[in-house]
Structure formats: C-alpha cells, structure tokens
C-alpha cells in the first residue's frame, strides 16, 4: 500500500523559515517524481514545487520561487520542502504527491494526508 | 499558465441520481506526444484529495466504473452515476500537458 506521511506542521511568524517532511512507503520512491501541492483555506489547489527522481530537475510556481527549495533523499525514502521568507498567503495545507512518471508529471497518483502551515504574526 | 474552468460550482443531486462535471482549458491539452493529460481528483470532506480519472478517460485503481471521463482538446467532462453516499465532495479537474499543472477551482458534489 503507498503512503505518503507529512510531517512539520505549525504556526510562524511572516519571515520565517520552515521545513516540512514527506516519507515515502509502499513503491520505490527513487523511481518517481515528487510533488509538493498546497491549498489555502477555503480554496483550490496549486501545485508549488516538482522533484525528479534523481534531483536531477527541480521546478517550482512562480508564488514561490527563490523563496522554497524542494529536495530528496531516496536512501531515506523522504521529500523535503524548505519554505523561507514565509508570507501570510503561504498559510495553506501542504500535500506531498506522488508523480506518475520518473520526471514529469502527467497527474498526481497519490498524495499524503496534509500538514497546515500558518504565517501569522 | 494554462486556466482550467470547472462548471459548474456546485450540484445537487439525489443519490442513485446521475451528474455531468465540465472542466475547460484555455489552452489544448495534447501533447506533442498525442497524449491528453487531463485528470479528475475527488476530495472528500477533510481528506486529501485522491485521483479518479487521468489521460481524460483512464480510472485509476479501484475506482468505480461509475465514474467516466471523456473529452479531448480543451473541453472535458466527468461523469458521474448511480450517486452513492461517497461520492459527495469537491471535483477538480487538473492538467499536466504544460508546466505548471494547474488545477480547476472545483464543483462541490452535495445531497439534494
């Protein structure tokens, strides 16, 4: 069964940096591409960062480029999101996803349970 | 980036009933491969959302054959019948031809 279990939920100042976790289980995580997707309270979702299998590709959405850093380590089965300079609209459920392919990402197959990020002062 | 309309925002339907989703992109979704990466997602109420539907008509594992998908170009469309109880939710239809994949904004399924 594939799982995808987040973890590093909580509440920070605007400015501040986070680091949020997604372990992997149940398929070989070294073989696919990686998704972080957030939705903000109330609303739909947007996809933020995207990972290649090998780390060799990394894209991100234009809301938070040069602020996150999406990363992996495939001995460790784990996704990273690094999110620094947090802004009140990145307030959101983050979701780590499953790509369906080694690189890009035609849909997402599975995703985790979520972990909630609040920027407030 | 590519718009993806969802329509309508919201439905009402009786269970055992039947509903149609239209999901439309501002820009063709072929590929230049001739594949259509158009996929359908489910979220239910407080959960994450969960894949139906990709390549516009394909059902992922364990979905009911209750749930069909068709279209092609920019204009699709989710079908839904046989309402059950776990059907109610918020749709999304999302693409993943160009970068970035983006979502529509949903059609939340209720109970008439």
């Known amino acids: 069964e594939v799982q995808l279990v987040e973890s590093g939920e909580g509440l920070v100042q605007p400015g501040s940096s986070m680091k949020l976790s997604c372990v992997a289980s149940?398929?070989?995580?070294?073989?696919?591409?990686m998704n972080w997707i957030r939705q903000a309270p109330k609303k739909g979702l947007e996809w933020i960062a995207l990972?290649?299998?090998?780390?060799?590709?990394?894209y991100y959405a234009d809301s938070v480029k040069g602020r996150f850093t999406i990363s992996r380590d495939n001995s460790k089965n784990t996704l990273y999101l690094e999110m620094n300079s947090l802004r009140s609209e990145d307030t959101a459920m983050y979701y780590c996803?499953?790509?369906?392919?080694?690189?890009?990402?035609?849909?997402?197959?599975?995703w985790g349970q979520g972990v909630m990020v609040t920027v407030s002062s | 980036d590519v718009v993806m309309t969802q329509t309508p925002v919201s439905l009402s339907v009786s269970l055992g009933g039947q509903v149609s989703i239209s999901c439309r992109s501002s820009?063709?979704?072929?590929?230049?491969?001739?594949?259509?990466?158009l996929s359908w997602y489910l979220q239910k109420p407080g959960q994450s959302p969960q894949l139906l539907i990709y390549k516009v008509s394909n059902r992922f594992s364990g979905i009911s054959d209750r749930f069909s998908g068709s279209g092609s170009g920019t204009d699709f469309t989710l079908k839904i019948s046989r309402v059950e109880p776990d059907d109610l939710g918020v749709y999304y239809c999302g693409q993943g031809t160009q970068y970035p994949n983006t979502f529509g904004a949903g059609t939340k399924l209720e109970l008439k």
């Open positions: 820009q063709s979704l072929v590929h230049n491969n001739g594949n259509t990466y």
């Open positions: 996803a499953k790509g369906a392919l080694t690189t890009r990402v035609p849909h997402f197959d599975y």
């Open positions: 990972i290649y299998y090998d780390s060799s590709s990394k």
């Open positions: 149940g398929f070989t995580f070294s073989n696919y591409g």
